[in-house]
């Protein structure tokens, strides 16, 4: 994979951050400074390998160094404000950034657990922006609208603090957080080239999952540099004009050209596919959109992930927001009950962190 080269943004505001730079981005950043490459690797495996977040605890490097270091770097990129946590053990961090800005991650255990109690999986649901302008009219980030990307830094380094609040190691990330990822697409992949790097020991790509409203130069963008992680789509609506009325994307790129797209994907990465499916109670929810759901998820390998839609009354949604309802639970079961009789591979999202708005689609921050 190509490294994106450094943006002129990172090279001019204050202190540069440390954090964020795949190994041979921080070599070309130091030797810029005059500081011999083979720094970078050490300064590298200090922050990812050993985890170190203080310049002057990086003891191979010589005190000169280290001082130089702290003059002209930052290490610590997001500054974490507040830790809450849920009955089911759902954590969501508050994190505020160099300019005043705030976002959230969470961090969801799985239900399911190994034999000494602990949940077999770990996933960090990590931002990409602060806010978002894509307006999907069930997400309470939405109300926020888009403040600005986040780089690569502020990516990585969500995982760094949040996993000091995490007993044993994150094991899946998953870029569904605040914003969309494919219009922060080259910090994601610089953040994503850390991530997965083995000498690290993150995260696995089959453990790494982007998730996108459909943006469809960005799904190509995946397919042509053969990206292997995990691909999802926030589906939500199996007709255009469902679509259109839930996700206004939909009007920029239609339903058959992000199918289009997502197929291109399967063929250069032979990775499946999960599509994000949230019930809404008599929009999305009837018969007719079993069959077209099923139909669409046999063009290729695909898995549904039905989420049951969290109401966003703390947003105080108005319009077509304001009508939407989750589907009820007996309906909700035989959704999903049809969706398998007609072969699908159904996967249930669970309501992880509901008590403390940490729920899917509720990211809009305490301030609210
Ligand atoms: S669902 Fe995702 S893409 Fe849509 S508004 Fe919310 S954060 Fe943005």
Redesign the pocket.
């Known amino acids: 994979m190509s490294l994106p080269s450094i943006p002129q943004r990172d090279r001019v505001k204050g202190p540069t951050e440390l954090k964020g730079w795949p190994v041979a981005a921080l070599e070309t950043l130091f030797e810029e400074r005059g500081i011999r490459k083979y720094r970078a690797r050490q300064v590298y495996d200090a922050l990812y390998v050993q985890r170190i977040n203080d310049m002057h605890a990086m003891h191979v490097l010589p005190a000169d160094l280290q001082q130089q270091l702290s003059t002209e770097f930052r290490t610590q990129s997001v500054e974490l404000q507040t830790v809450q946590e849920s009955s089911d053990g759902t954590k969501k961090f508050l994190f505020s950034l160099w300019d005043g800005a705030t976002i959230e991650s969470v961090l969801i255990p799985s239900e399911l657990v190994e034999a000494d109690g602990q949940p077999r999986r770990r996933t960090l649901c990590i931002s990409t922006q602060v806010g978002?302008?894509?307006?999907?009219e069930?997400?309470?980030?939405?109300t926020l609208n888009l403040k600005r990307n986040l780089s690569s830094g502020e990516i990585v380094d969500q995982f760094l603090q949040a996993q000091r609040h995490s007993e044993k190691p994150i094991t899946n990330i998953v870029y569904?957080g605040?914003?969309?990822p494919m219009n922060n697409y080259d910090a994601v992949m610089r953040a994503t080239t850390i991530f997965n790097d083995q000498r690290t020991n993150m995260v696995a790509p089959r453990r790494t999952t982007l998730?996108t409203?459909g943006v469809v130069p960005g799904i190509l963008r995946l397919a042509e540099e053969g990206q292997i992680i995990k691909l999802a789509l926030?589906l939500h609506a199996t007709t255009q004009g469902v679509r259109e009325q839930l996700?206004p994307?939909a009007k920029r790129w239609p339903l058959p050209v992000v199918m289009d797209a997502l197929e291109q994907y399967y063929r250069a990465t032979r990775k499946s596919i999960t599509f994000e499916y949230i019930l809404f109670d008599g929009l999305n929810d009837t018969e007719q959109d079993v069959v077209r759901l099923a139909r669409m998820a046999r063009r290729f390998p695909t898995k549904i992930n039905v989420i049951p839609f969290h109401e966003i009354d703390f947003t105080h949604p108005s319009g077509f927001a304001a009508t939407l309802r989750p589907t009820p639970p007996d309906r909700f079961q035989w959704f999903l009950d049809r969706l398998r009789e007609e072969g699908a591979h159904v996967l249930i999202r669970s309501s992880s962190g509901l008590d403390i708005d940490a729920a899917c689609?509720q990211?809009a921050l305490s301030e609210l």
């Open positions: 978002c302008n894509l307006g999907c069930f997400c309470a980030t939405a569904m605040m914003g969309e998730s409203a926030s996700m994307i689609g990211l």
